[in-house]
C-alpha cells in the first residue's frame, strides 16, 4: 500500500516553555508525597507524571530536532 503524503499536521509548532512550567507542580507533587506532607499514593502518581513528562520532552525535543518534509506546511 503506498504512503500518502498529504498527511494532516496535527500540532503545528512545538512550544517548550511550557515543559519548564508543568514541571514544577509535577516535582512539587514527587517532593510532597515522598517526604511525607502528602499521602505516598500522591508521590508516585506524581512519578508517573514525572516519567510522562519526561517521555513527552523528548518526543518534543526530536521534533524539534527532526527534518521537516518540504511538501509541509509550517
Known sequence: M??????PVLIGKVDLWWYGIAILPILL?????FTGIL???IGLMGLFAFFFW???F?????????KRPKDLPR
Open 29 to 33: 507533587l514527587v517532593y510532597l508525597g
Open 58 to 66: 523528548i518526543g518534543a525535543i526530536w521534533s524539534k530536532l527532526k
Open 54 to 56: 519526561l517521555f513527552s
Open 2 to 7: 503506498p504512503r500518502l503524503r498529504n498527511k
Open 39 to 41: 499521602s505516598p499514593l
